[in-house]
């Protein structure tokens, strides 16, 4: 059984950094891509981010472009996501997703980040 | 970015009835098109993609149709674990884009 555990969320101020884990179990880590998805409160879903299963292609949303990198460790099972220059706007349950080459086929409970002073 | 439309935002349905969905692509994304089911305090779940495929253990009651721009959700007859929100999702066009989704609430 597939299974997603992040962490990392909280509480940072407008300009701060966090970063995000996501433990993954039940599957050959490397062979798959993995995503973050993100979720403001009251509304809808927005793709972050993908990296491919060796690591080596990532690919962003114009909205953290610059700011946000995506990574994993092969070796230890786990996606990061580095958050840089983190705004109001960046605040948001953030969640590991398997997949995402198309459909996002299976979340995790997500990690909340809030921003705020 | 291909921008999806869900209607309506939200639909009352009493257990048992029919609910239908719909989403709107502002333009074509063949047949590239996913929906999710999210529960209060849950993440969402895949029920279907490619347009009409269920994924892993999603009920028959569960069914997707359309092409090109669009697309609907239908669920037969409403069971009380069903009401929640439902959200589109279109992997055609980068980057992947969701609707705003649809909530399904108890009439």
């Known amino acids: 059984e597939v299974q997603l555990l992040e962490s990392g969320g909280g509480l940072v101020q407008p300009g701060g950094s966090l970063r995000l884990s996501c433990a993954a179990s039940g599957f050959t880590f490397s062979s798959y891509a993995m995503s973050w998805v993100r979720q403001a409160p009251g509304k809808g879903l927005e793709w972050v981010s993908i990296i491919d299963g060796s690591g080596y292609s990532t690919y962003y949303a114009d909205s953290v472009k610059g700011r946000f990198t995506i990574s994993r460790d092969n070796s230890k099972n786990t996606l990061y996501l580095q958050m840089n220059s983190l705004r109001a706007e960046d605040t948001a349950i953030y969640f590991c997703v398997y997949g995402g080459n198309d459909s996002f086929d299976i979340w995790g409970q997500g990690t909340m980040v809030t921003v705020s002073s | 970015e291909t921008v999806m439309t869900q209607s309506p935002a939200t639909l009352s349905v009493s257990p048992g009835e029919r609910a239908t969905l719909s989403c709107r692509a502002s333009?074509?994304?063949?047949?590239?098109l996913a929906w999710y089911q999210q529960k209060p305090g849950q993440a969402p779940r895949l029920l279907i993609y490619?347009?009409?495929t269920r994924a892993t253990g999603i009920p028959a009651r569960f069914s997707g149709s359309g092409s090109g721009a669009e697309f609907t959700l239908t669920i037969s007859s409403l069971q009380s674990e069903d009401f929640a929100v439902y959200h589109c999702q279109q992997y055609n066009n980068w980057p992947w884009t969701f609707g705003q989704g649809t909530k399904v609430e108890i009439k």
């Open positions: 333009q074509s994304v063949s047949s590239s």
């Open positions: 490619d347009t009409s």
